[in-house]
């Protein structure tokens, strides 16, 4: 069985007891800890999937991009809006400790010069009047050259988070024999990274009509993105919508704002990913989302991620109460931290969520720095123990059996 067909069977409820690890998302202090701790795996994104997930869970995002893209050098941490092109940085103040620039999403953020991949202080956002929008959402033209770079249907070591194995190579993606899916809208995570969360927040009062532009330019922007890939002959094994909505309590904007204003241009989307044979819609956003659950559902999206353990949410009892809900994530990234004993009961509720089908595992957010290699280790092998498929039993080779050829 393919990587893909047994991506998509998962998806479907049609293969229980199937452990398919969504992905390892790390803080890279985690990784600097992991190599001194034992990992024999240089910091290489696709060296680093290749030995810990294996093919067997391979799971790409195609380059075109509707909805939030790395703005780091390597594509990674910061994320911001699929701008192209992004603004030039600019620094505007600095002193011993921190540095104040103009960002590539085009806000004004503060960051430490000891550490400038953690997280930054926003001072300020580039969409305050309407004005503001219809200039900056040039840099959202679907049509752009950056859009669809030269090479995107291509499956090769710039279109990939794996290494490519060689039978592949050169291939297009309607040949890819694992899942590829597509980071196709965010119509709140969009006006968020624009606005802010609290500038976003007064706008849904007291300037309404920024707000649906701007919702509305985001569904345009999904369509035509999706008509492209659609255009080219590929059908994406799932589908990204990146929102961010929710804290600890619950979501940011009302149920009410979300069924008046999102769920139209939700359906437009789901209509279109649908009728071109894409049912794998998921939503991305950390916090508390329950309330959401049934709006989304009613309007084609089938699946949620990553079901953050600290935002009180329940991935084993919204099981139970959404029989045919896609989970992604729900493992407590704070019992890596601790144990094998709480790890152990991570992996029970891993059991009670595979036994149904529909279920990806994955630890509920970045991994952080707190965690020892040993423990991801032991959880992952204890993950795979769980499947009934024998060819799904990878482990991640310990000890001294774990030398990687031509990693040194």
Not at 114 to 142: A, H, Q, V
Not at 169 to 178: A, V
Request: include cysteine; hydrophobic fraction near 35%.
């Amino acid at each position: 069985m393919s990587t893909r067909r047994r991506f998509l069977d998962i998806a479907h409820f049609e293969r229980p007891n199937d452990p398919f690890v969504w992905s390892i998302w790390t803080w890279r202090e985690t990784i600097t800890r992991w190599k001194q701790e034992g990992d024999p795996v240089n910091f290489e994104g696709k060296q680093f999937n290749e030995f810990h997930l294996g093919y067997q869970d391979q799971r790409e995002h195609m380059i075109p991009n509707a909805a939030t893209v790395g703005m780091a050098d390597d594509g990674g941490e910061p994320f911001g809006p699929p701008l192209d092109p992004f603004f030039e940085e600019e620094v505007l103040e600095e002193d011993e400790r921190y540095i104040v620039k103009r960002a590539k999403d085009g806000g004004v953020v503060k960051v430490l010069k000891n550490d400038p991949e953690s997280m930054p202080m926003w001072l300020d956002f580039p969409i305050k009047t309407l004005g503001d929008w219809e200039e900056y959402k040039k840099r959202l033209d679907p049509f752009s050259p950056n859009r669809f770079p030269a090479g995107w249907d291509i499956i090769s070591e710039d279109t990939t988070s794996f290494p490519v194995k060689r039978e592949l190579r050169g291939k297009r993606f309607t040949e890819r024999d694992f899942a590829a899916g597509v980071m196709c809208a965010t119509l709140y995570g969009g006006p968020r990274y624009h606005m802010g969360v609290e500038g976003l927040s007064y706008a849904i009062y007291d300037d309404i009509k920024l707000v649906a532009a701007m919702i509305e330019h985001q569904v345009y922007l999904s369509c035509e993105v999706l008509k492209q890939i659609f255009d080219a002959g590929i059908t994406p094994d799932y589908a990204v919508i990146f929102e961010d909505m929710c804290y600890n309590h619950g979501p940011l904007v009302s149920p009410r704002f979300v069924r008046e204003h999102m769920v139209p241009g939700y359906r437009k989307i789901t209509d279109l990913l649908r009728s071109n044979g894409v049912d794998v819609i998921i939503v991305d956003t950390d916090g508390n989302f329950e309330k959401l659950i049934p709006i989304w559902l009613d309007c084609g999206i089938n699946g949620n991620y990553p079901f953050e353990i600290a935002a009180n949410i329940d991935p084993v009892k919204l099981r139970r109460q959404y029989k045919d809900l896609i989970i992604v994530g729900g493992i407590d990234k704070r019992a890596l931290a601790k144990g094998k004993s709480e790890i152990d009961g991570e992996i029970e509720k891993a059991r009670i969520l595979l036994r149904e089908g529909g279920y990806f595992p994955c630890v509920d957010h970045g991994i952080p720095p707190d965690v020892p290699y040993e423990n991801f280790c032991y959880f992952i092998n204890e993950l795979r123990k769980l499947s009934d498929h024998e060819e799904t039993r990878r482990l991640i080779p310990q000890g001294e059996e774990n030398a990687v050829p031509g990693v040194q």
